[in-house]
């Protein structure tokens, strides 16, 4: 059975003294509950705080991502932020084809993939978005967009790189929205996912590859998300800037892990 993945993304929230004290009582949590063997738990933090939140957790059960990462290893590129920094730090992950990086900063799936290319070059492990709009969602065109996500931003990608990558479907409707997909909606595009990956790589990197559910994920309804086959973990915004939701949400992933075996 596929280890159940769950990530935080902080987007752009908190100030360092919040970002030091959410990660510590997070901490706290996850010794206390002890979830970290059955769980791969991460945090990804804005940039400017990553260096105090990974010293923060040194090495501990909770891993690092970023937001975000620019393809070109160094040179003229202001504001930007390299995977040769990134790993520099420390970080693991790296959250790559946000809605809100497609949708709000303009990245198209050819940008995607070229900083899928970099990461995966670098040693770092994408979590991939993808996911619809709601009008594409109303026109029927679900599996359609996934399917042009996927193929595109998954590009050049070898099924061994494959095997370091976790997607993470988003239905745009559902992030920050408070509307979260019904547990059968998210197995569903889960499946259609698992089943493209099979037919872009091979079964057994389908079998391996992670896919997680985000768009309002909550304490509430983590549980029942992930009870489904194809749920391999979720990726969680705003509940995950509160210790004690985010380390529930983290209990349900290690609770389901447990009824399956
Ligand atoms: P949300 O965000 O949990 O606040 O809906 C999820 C995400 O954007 O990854």
């Given at each position: ?28 949590q996850v010794e ?15 940039f400017v705080y ?212």
């Open positions: 059975m596929r280890k159940k993945f769950i990530a935080g993304n902080w987007k752009m929230n908190t100030d360092a003294a919040e970002a030091v004290a959410l990660v510590e009582a997070l901490l706290e206390q509950n002890d979830s970290a063997d059955a769980v791969d738990i991460a945090v990804c933090p804005p990553l260096d105090r939140v990974l010293q923060t957790l040194s090495n501990g059960p909770i891993a690092i991502g970023a937001q975000n990462v620019y393809f070109e290893s160094n040179g003229a590129f202001t504001g930007e932020i390299s995977v040769t920094m990134l790993n520099d730090l420390g970080c693991r992950y790296v959250i790559l084809g946000h809605s809100e990086r497609r949708h709000v900063i303009g990245e198209t799936d050819a940008l995607i993939n070229k900083k899928l290319h970099a990461a995966l070059g670098g040693g770092l492990e994408p979590i991939f978005c993808i996911g619809e709009l709601l009008e594409q969602r109303e026109a029927g065109q679900t599996e359609a967009v996934c399917e042009r996500q996927l193929r595109e931003g998954l590009a050049g990608v070898t099924a061994e790189q494959m095997k370091k990558i976790t997607v993470a479907y988003e239905p745009v409707w559902a992030i920050g929205t408070g509307k979260t997909a019904t547990s059968e909606q998210a197995q569903e595009v889960h499946a259609f996912v698992r089943g493209l990956l099979g037919k872009l790589f091979d079964a057994e990197t389908a079998e391996i590859v992670r896919i997680q559910y985000g768009g309002s994920v909550k304490a509430s309804n983590a549980a029942e998300l992930m009870s489904n086959p194809d749920v391999d973990g979720v990726l969680v915004g705003g509940a995950s800037l509160k210790a004690d939701e985010f380390a529930s949400i983290i209990e349900s992933a290690k609770v389901t892990m447990q009824n399956a075996n």
